[in-house]
């Protein structure tokens, strides 16, 4: 495997429904993102990963709940979500420098999630 | 507010001839920005970059141009080709930002299609 990858490539679920979002990344990066895509929107930042602590939350429902186990991976448990959070949601990584931020992100193929 | 703006949602070109891509943004601590281009079931890839301290970038075919000014910045590709047909996203982030993982704004995207 290579880049980073997304499963599952697809989900529907019910408001009631307990699901995960899984992300690996096999670039070595340090950093991992959540973005959500709505139709018609820009990619939403959700969640930001460096160094396996979150430094970004912007302003996220509590039902949407990140999990960064390691460098490599990064989860979004989804619990009691609304039609309205029905897009793709896309995870990135990047190699973080310090001073010299790595801006270059790079995106997984996305979970299409359907909630009914 | 959008920060970061595509105002064309799409563009046609023929094949052989120049794309132009526009995005403005109105953020003026904005001093990088990047365009990526996404193809249907996959995630975003990353293209070209420039940095506020230039005004123009060149890949290849492909050529960003920045008006600080202006706050706007351009994609040039040249010659088009039909593989080029995709959508294609600006974003832009702060130099400055606090934090140690990098945060990217991005525009609603514009789709591409070049024709034979």
């Known amino acids: 495997e290579t880049g980073v990858t997304q499963t599952p490539r697809h989900l529907v679920m019910g408001m009631t429904n307990k699901k995960s979002l899984k992300c690996e990344q096999h670039?070595?990066?340090?950093?991992m993102y959540w973005y959500k895509q709505s139709a018609k929107k820009p990619l939403e930042l959700m969640f930001v990963y460096s160094l396996e602590e979150r430094v970004e939350n912007n302003s996220v429902p509590s039902r949407f709940s990140p999990e960064c186990p390691n460098s490599s991976h990064l989860f979004l448990h989804l619990h009691t979500l609304q039609p309205e959070d029905s897009a793709l949601y896309l995870c990135?990584?990047?190699?973080?420098?310090?001073?010299?931020?790595?801006?270059?992100?790079?995106f997984g193929p996305g979970t299409r999630l359907t909630v009914t | 507010d959008q920060q970061v703006k595509q105002n064309s949602p799409s563009l046609s070109v023929q094949e052989g001839r120049i794309s132009i891509l526009n995005c403005d943004y109105t953020?003026?601590?904005?001093?990088?920005f990047l365009w990526y281009k996404k193809y249907p079931a996959e995630g975003p890839t990353f293209l070209i970059s420039?940095?506020?301290?230039?005004d123009k970038n060149e890949d290849g075919r492909f050529t960003v141009f920045l008006n600080k000014s202006a706050k706007h910045l351009s994609l040039h590709i040249v010659p088009s080709q039909p593989g080029d047909s995709a959508v294609y996203f600006c974003a832009a982030s702060e130099w400055a930002n606090t934090g140690t993982a990098s945060k990217l704004t991005f525009g609603t995207g514009t789709r591409l299609q070049v024709t034979l």
């Open positions: 990135a990584s990047s190699q973080e420098l310090g001073i010299l931020k790595g801006y270059e992100q790079y």
């Open positions: 953020n003026s601590m904005f001093d990088y």
């Open positions: 420039i940095s506020s301290i230039k």
């Open positions: 670039l070595g990066h340090n950093a």
